[in-house]
C-alpha cells in the first residue's frame, strides 16, 4: 500500500500500527456491532476507552496525583484563552516568553482576558534562539509565566524549563508532547493540541494542577472554565469521542516502544542525523535554530536561494516526501520529525538531502 514520507507539521504522520489497529477495529468495536464513532459518549464501552487514555497518559507521563488530566476541544488555540481565564485575577499580570509566532498568539489571546507583559522575547533575531534563565523577568504580581516548549514554526525547543519558585509556570507543549521525559511537577499547566504527538486534531489534552483550578476571580462561561471539566470527568458535553478513541492506541504504542525514554533517544538519533546533513553540507544547507536551541521536532533550513528551494521541494516531491516545505515567516525547508516517523524516512531524506546539493552544486 502506498505510504508517503510524511514529514507534516500537524496533523502529522501517524504510527501504522495504530491505524492499522483501528481499520481492524472499524466497523465492530469491543463487539458492540458499532465503530467507535456510533457509540454513545455515555455508554461503558466508550467510557472504558475514555479512562483507559487517560491513565494510559498519567502513566506514561508519570503525572502525579495532584494534577487533573483533561481532554477538551478548541484547539491548544482556545488555550490561549482559557488559560487566563481561569488562572488570571484582577490584580495579577500574565508574563509570556516570547519564543515564536504560537506564543505571541498567546500573549495576544490573553491581553483581551487581563494583565500581561512579556518576560523575555526572541523576536529580534527572527527567533532562532530560546532565551536562557537569566533572560527572564517577572514581577511578584506574576499569576504565571508562560512558555512555548518547541516552536513548530522556527525549529526551536526548550531544553531546561525555567525554575520559577512560586510561580506556575504554563506549557504550550503541543508539538512536543511525548517525545521526551519530563517532569510535571516543574509545571503549573500543560496544555497541547493532539495532532502532532497524541493522534488526530480534534481533543486538546489539558493538565492542571489541582490546586490552581479556580483561581480566577471571574464567573466564566460554563464550557470555557476548567471545573466543569473536571468535575465531569471531560465528559460534560458530547467529547470528539473518535479523537480520543485514537489517542488511546497512540498512547499503547508510545507505552509499547518502551515509552518516552525510547522515543526521546529515538527522536534524538533522527534529529542528529538532519542537523549533521545541514552542518556537513558547506553551507548549502543553513539551519535557522540556533544550535543550543535546536529542535527535535521540526528541523527548519534554508538552501542558497529561492531557486534552489523550489527545486529541492519539486524533486522532493516526485520522490515521494510530503511536508518539507517552510512556513513563510521562516521561509526555506522544514521536516517535522514527530514521534511517528521512522528513522528510516530521515535517513531517506538525509540521502536525498546529499544528493539533491550534489547534483545542484554541478
Ligand atoms: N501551539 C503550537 C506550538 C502549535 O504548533 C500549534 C499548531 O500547530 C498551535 C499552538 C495551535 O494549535 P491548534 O491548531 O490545535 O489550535
Redesign the pocket.
Known amino acids: 500500500m502506498k505510504r508517503a514520507l510524511n514529514f507534516n507539521?500537524?496533523p502529522a504522520a501517524l504510527p501504522e500500527a495504530v491505524l492499522q489497529k483501528a481499520q481492524q477495529e472499524w466497523l465492530n468495536i469491543e463487539d458492540t456491532g458499532m465503530s467507535v464513532m456510533e457509540l454513545s459518549h455515555r455508554s461503558q464501552t466508550f467510557e472504558n476507552i475514555h479512562n483507559k487514555a487517560i491513565s494510559l497518559l498519567k502513566e506514561i507521563m508519570d503525572i502525579p496525583d495532584n494534577y487533573e488530566i483533561l481532554f477538551l476541544q478548541?484547539?491548544?488555540?482556545?488555550q490561549f484563552s482559557m488559560v487566563p481565564m481561569n488562572l488570571l485575577s484582577t490584580g495579577k499580570k500574565a508574563y509570556y516568553v516570547l519564543t515564536g509566532s504560537?506564543s505571541e498568539?498567546a500573549l495576544n489571546e490573553a491581553g483581551k482576558i487581563g494583565d500581561t507583559a512579556v518576560a523575555a522575547s526572541a523576536k529580534d533575531t527572527n527567533y532562532t534562539y530560546i532565551p536562557s534563565a537569566d533572560e527572564i523577568s517577572f514581577g511578584e504580581d506574576a499569576a504565571y509565566v508562560h512558555i512555548?516548549t518547541?516552536?513548530?514554526?522556527f525549529g526551536t525547543q526548550w531544553n531546561n524549563y525555567p525554575v520559577l519558585e512560586e510561580v506556575p509556570l504554563v506549557a504550550?507543549m503541543?508539538?512536543d508532547i511525548l517525545s521526551k521525559k519530563i517532569d510535571i511537577s516543574k509545571f503549573g499547566l500543560i496544555y497541547a493540541?493532539a495532532?502532532?504527538n497524541l493522534g488526530p486534531?480534534g481533543v486538546?489534552v489539558v493538565i492542571i494542577r489541582k490546586d490552581l483550578v479556580n483561581s480566577s476571580l471571574t464567573n466564566l462561561p460554563t464550557m470555557l472554565n476548567y471545573e466543569t471539566h473536571i468535575k465531569n470527568n471531560s465528559l460534560y458535553n458530547t467529547p470528539p469521542t473518535l479523537a480520543i478513541y485514537l489517542l488511546s492506541l497512540v498512547l499503547e504504542w508510545v507505552k509499547d516502544q518502551g515509552g518516552v525514554e525510547v522515543l526521546q533517544e529515538n527522536n534524538t538519533a533522527k534529529a542528529k542525523l538532519i542537523y549533521d546533513a545541514i552542518d556537513n553540507s558547506e553551507g548549502f544547507y543553513k539551519g535557522h535554530a540556533q544550535p543550543e536551541s535546536r529542535s527535535h521536532m521540526n528541523v527548519t533550513f534554508t538552501l542558497p536561494d529561492e531557486a534552489a528551494t523550489k527545486k529541492f521541494l519539486e524533486e522532493a516531491k516526485l520522490a515521494g516526501f510530503v511536508g518539507l516545505n517552510g512556513h513563510r515567516s521562516v521561509g526555506g525547508c522544514r521536516a517535522s520529525i514527530y514521534n511517528a516517523v521512522p528513522l528510516s524516512h530521515c535517513e531517506k531524506l538525509v540521502g536525498f538531502m546529499k544528493n539533491f546539493k550534489e547534483s545542484y552544486s554541478s
Open positions: 507539521a500537524g478548541g484547539g491548544a488555540s482556545l504560537w498568539k512555548t518547541n516552536n513548530t514554526i504550550d503541543s508539538s493540541g495532532q502532532k486534531s486538546t
